[in-house]
């Protein structure tokens, strides 16, 4: 009895504040096409999200939000949802206040494109090739750990003005 | 307890007073991450119920416009919770954000300060700011400590650790005494558990511990470790006090002492009875959250101005919220009860004010405020 209330307790505890698995893609990959992401010729990040990243204490939505309080519209955010209830996703997105657009994929699709389980990991994309990944479970520092790749490249498109900056009222 | 133990031991202490600390952190981070859920009596799996009169809070409160808190680029309400500023205006704690603002009553923004971390001006997910009557603001963590700042918030005078973790509530008794809602870190068991806390400002002690709802099934004892929260509220020289998984109000004097206990009387409340199940093994975190959902948790207790109590509890439906508010006279009879509230986020109990998240809107930094229909 004793071992079964343990595994109830790790279960939540899991629940709350369980490790995520390793992502397959790096620097210089092709971003597989899924869904329609990646879109598009410019600089974007996309964040694979699946349920078990954010039913628990550490979401990583603070990153995020800073993020883009940080580039904002300048460097688009699409959110690869994995798994099943995407319309809790799409309330935590809300309630968090991140900005951007949610594409919903099931699990085998994703686990067959991608070659490997998803991690919950952003990733900075531009065009259709990998800049970088970050794995949130390992960095408080998101914006920070982008910043090296996305300046220079900002750069080359005119630099990083007050246009990216978002609106806070966009986050509305 | 390191002193006395040889290096093996004291290694072995340190892991396990880790992995305890650890566990204890990670079921409570469910609760951070929860807050939310509601139901019917005895029912294990029972829908959650609509009421007859669909939103009926403008029968039950009359609008007085609306606030909105001023935001920035360093300021973003994310997750605010928020208590009426003695000074005026409002001291907001964002668990989401790490930060504690003051705003006016306008919403102008004042100043804020805090940020994630374990520093002296950090936090990991603060849960109360409470303005002593000289001013200086004590902020407190969930896990166990804080620090009280100067009026500005600019300085940090102390810090302190308290023995509560997590912690759910904190209300000024007096301004030497803190009364903290929560279990104190470490204490587990089939023992049912103090939730509040009488705390020594001066001595950093417990100077009493009361208040201990008897969980006598391991469902309820462990949604009690993943959601037990506990609020309080004070009118006079008598608490009113709730616990997520009892619908009844419990009453107890400044130091401690019973005074009595009420029930809800709730329409829709849904209790965890013993016999509930378990989580499914099978479910994973979904199932675990699904399981959340299959019950109701009371998340605060207001006492307004006219000694009407305010519970506000919920029912989670996935992620989210769906919150609920019922009003109470002091013997427990009810005076009216509204499913799908907007968020309550405080009550002025010296003026009679009510401040909702705004009806609608999506983001929590525009509120409504509102008055109690006689």
């Known amino acids: 009895m004793r071992r079964t209330w343990f595994v109830y307790v790790w279960l939540l505890a899991t629940a709350a504040c369980g490790r995520t698995a390793g992502d397959s893609l790096q620097p210089g990959d092709t971003f597989p096409a899924i869904a329609g992401v990646p879109a598009g010729e410019g600089l974007h990040v996309v964040w694979v999200l699946r349920p078990e990243d954010y039913l628990k204490c550490t979401t990583g939505a603070d990153q995020v939000r800073r993020f883009q309080r940080r580039y904002g519209s300048g460097v688009p955010l699409t959110v690869l949802y994995v798994g099943e209830h995407p319309e809790w996703g799409r309330a935590f997105l809300t309630r968090h206040r ?15 494109t991608f070659r490997g389980r998803p991690g919950n ?4 994309v531009e065009g259709d090739r990998v800049r970088k990944v970050v794995m949130l479970a390992d960095t408080s520092e998101l914006a920070e750990m982008l910043e090296p790749v996305i300046e220079p490249l900002l750069v080359g498109r005119g630099g990083r003005d007050s246009s990216n900056i978002i609106n806070i009222k966009e986050l509305r | 307890m390191m002193g006395n133990a040889s290096a093996a031991d004291s290694k072995c202490d340190r892991r396990a007073a880790r992995a305890r600390s650890w566990i204890a952190r990670t079921i409570t981070c469910g609760v951070v991450a929860s807050i939310c859920a509601c139901g019917d009596r005895n029912a294990q799996r029972s829908e959650i119920r609509q009421s007859p009169l669909g939103n009926a809070l403008d029968k039950v409160v009359e609008w007085h416009g609306e606030i909105e808190l001023e935001e920035n680029e360093k300021v973003l309400n994310v997750l605010p919770y928020a208590a009426v500023d003695p000074h005026g205006g409002f001291l907001v704690w964002d668990e989401q954000e790490a930060q504690i603002r003051q705003y006016s009553p306008e919403g102008r923004l004042r100043g804020h300060f805090g940020r994630k971390g374990d520093g002296p001006k950090e936090f990991q997910f603060p849960r109360a700011a409470i303005r002593r009557t000289s001013g200086t603001i004590l902020a407190f963590d969930t896990y166990a400590r804080g620090a009280e700042f100067d009026q500005a918030g600019s300085a940090v005078l102390r810090t302190f650790r308290t023995p509560v973790g997590p912690l759910h509530s904190a209300l000024l008794l007096d301004d030497s005494l803190v009364l903290l809602g929560g279990q104190v870190a470490g204490s587990s068991g089939n023992t049912a558990p103090s939730r509040l806390h009488v705390w020594s400002l001066g001595g950093n002690s417990v100077r009493r511990s009361f208040f201990a709802p008897s969980l006598p099934s391991k469902v309820q004892r462990l949604a009690a470790n993943t959601a037990g929260f506990v609020s309080a509220d004070r009118r006079g020289d008598v608490i009113a006090a709730t616990f997520s998984l009892r619908d009844t109000i419990y009453f107890f004097d400044l130091q401690g002492n019973p005074r009595g206990q009420v029930p809800m009387n709730s329409q829709f409340y849904r209790r965890l009875s013993s016999e509930s199940p378990l989580p499914s093994g099978k479910g994973g975190v979904v199932g675990a959250r699904e399981w959340l959902g299959s019950f109701s948790l009371i998340s605060n207790v207001f006492w307004a101005s006219d000694d009407t109590l305010i519970v506000q509890y919920q029912d989670r439906v996935g992620t989210e919220p769906k919150w609920r508010l019922l009003g109470l006279r002091r013997d427990g009879s009810r005076l009216f009860e509204v499913v799908d509230s907007p968020y309550l986020i405080t009550v002025d109990q010296a003026n009679g004010w009510l401040y909702f998240v705004k009806p609608g809107s999506p983001t929590p ?10």
């Open chain 1, 98 to 112: 991140v900005n951007g657009s949610m594409i919903v994929v099931d699990q085998r699709r994703f686990k067959s």
């Open chain 1, 121 to 124: 990991g952003v990733h900075l």
């Open chain 2, 365 to 374: 930094n525009f509120w409504s405020r509102a008055r109690l229909r006689r």
